[in-house]
């Protein structure tokens, strides 16, 4: 998800030029809110390029192209149609419509504006409506034990300097027993360059430093960040939540897939793991 050697982005799209990027402290709130105006501006230009891929109504979890109908990660079909599930950092919550054409409760949010019109625009040309809402994963407006499932595929986690709040805060919206599934990059990419080609397999930093990935304006103000988390960080984040963990999965690239996505690919695809996959209930 990185930007490494990131182009200067163009002012009348709405998106602040880039003048700098590369891994430095910054304020982490004040990063997180500059991610979500990115991501908002993005989304135009994002479904362009990633929308055929990812579907209308499709529910992807991964550039691996790893499907929740072959899957099943949240559980089986005939058991989430009885079931409330929630989509956090769901972008135009294309899972959540395909959830719903299958006669499940879905509901999705989102931190971006911008993503959830994108959503809108896609609920008219399918015809399958989600209820979607501008949220932030760490406050969402829903009461305590609202919903048995909440999902999210490479959305919220990345982007906020508290992941564990966002665990914290969707144990609170989980009924009893309620399952927690998301996806994100596989921390072990971390260590390498954004590249999805050979020059993407050597190491060119540590995998334990977690100083963040940050692009910041000509005024050096954050417009866009990710948090580095280990394996490690991840599990006892999810743990200290209150859930216990189920599975951890990291998918083979397939050969068939020959999609290109920012760092993802086949070529790099072949060597290292590039997402990870955490699957939880509540304890």
Same mark, same amino acid.
């Given at each position: 998800?990185?930007?490494?050697?990131?182009?200067?982005?163009?002012?009348?799209?709405?998106?602040?030029?880039?003048?700098?990027?590369?891994?430095?402290?910054?304020?982490?709130?004040?990063?997180?809110? %500059?991610?979500? $105006? !990115? !991501?908002?501006?993005?989304?135009?230009?994002?479904?362009?390029?990633?929308?055929?891929?990812?579907?209308?109504?499709?529910?992807?979890?991964?550039? &691996?192209?790893?499907?929740?109908?072959?899957?099943?990660?949240?559980?089986?079909?005939?058991? +989430?149609?009885? #079931?409330?599930?929630?989509?956090?950092?769901?972008?135009?919550?294309?899972?959540?419509?395909? +959830? $719903?054409?299958?006669?499940?409760?879905?509901?999705?949010?989102? @931190?971006?504006?911008?993503?959830? &019109?994108?959503?809108?625009?896609?609920?008219?040309?399918?015809?399958?409506? =989600?209820?979607?809402?501008?949220?932030?994963?760490?406050? +969402?407006?829903?009461?305590?034990?609202?919903?048995? =499932?909440?999902?999210?595929?490479?959305?919220?986690?990345?982007? =906020?300097?508290?992941?564990?709040?966002?665990?914290?805060?969707?144990?609170? =919206?989980?009924?009893?027993?309620?399952?927690?599934?998301?996806? @994100?990059?596989?921390?072990?990419? !971390?260590?390498?360059?954004?590249?999805?080609?050979? /020059?993407?397999?050597?190491?060119?930093?540590?995998?334990?430093?977690?100083?963040?990935?940050?692009?910041?304006?000509?005024?050096?103000?954050?417009?866009?960040?990710?948090?580095?988390?280990?394996?490690?960080?991840?599990?006892?984040?999810?743990?200290? /939540?209150?859930?216990?963990?189920?599975?951890?999965? #990291?998918?083979?690239?397939? #050969?068939?897939?020959?999609?290109? !996505?920012?760092?993802?690919?086949?070529?790099?695809?072949?060597?290292?793991?590039?997402?990870?996959?955490?699957? %939880?209930?509540?304890?």
């Amino acid at each position: 998800m990185r930007h490494d050697g990131a182009v200067q982005q163009d002012d009348s799209a709405g998106r602040p030029e880039l003048s700098r990027a590369g891994y430095r402290q910054v304020d982490g709130d004040a990063a997180a809110q %500059a991610t979500g $105006r !990115w !991501w908002s501006a993005e989304a135009p230009a994002y479904l362009e390029e990633h929308g055929s891929f990812l579907g209308d109504v499709d529910f992807c979890w991964c550039p &691996e192209g790893l499907r929740e109908s072959q899957a099943q990660l949240l559980g089986p079909l005939e058991q +989430l149609r009885g #079931e409330r599930v929630l989509e956090v950092g769901a972008g135009a919550a294309q899972c959540s419509r395909w +959830l $719903r054409s299958q006669g499940v409760d879905a509901v999705a949010t989102d @931190v971006a504006p911008g993503m959830v &019109e994108a959503a809108a625009l896609l609920d008219r040309r399918t015809g399958i409506t =989600v209820p979607i809402q501008v949220a932030d994963a760490r406050e +969402l407006p829903f009461e305590d034990g609202s919903f048995d =499932v909440a999902f999210t595929a490479f959305g919220a986690i990345p982007f =906020v300097p508290d992941a564990d709040a966002v665990h914290r805060e969707i144990a609170r =919206v989980l009924r009893p027993g309620g399952r927690w599934v998301f996806s @994100v990059t596989h921390p072990l990419r !971390w260590a390498f360059p954004d590249d999805p080609t050979a /020059a993407g397999l050597v190491a060119v930093r540590s995998y334990f430093d977690r100083t963040p990935y940050v692009e910041t304006d000509a005024q050096d103000r954050p417009i866009y960040a990710e948090f580095h988390r280990t394996i490690g960080d991840h599990v006892r984040d999810v743990v200290r /939540a209150g859930f216990a963990i189920r599975d951890l999965l #990291e998918p083979a690239w397939p #050969e068939d897939n020959r999609e290109v !996505w920012g760092g993802w690919g086949p070529e790099r695809g072949a060597v290292l793991p590039g997402t990870l996959i955490v699957s %939880a209930a509540l304890a």
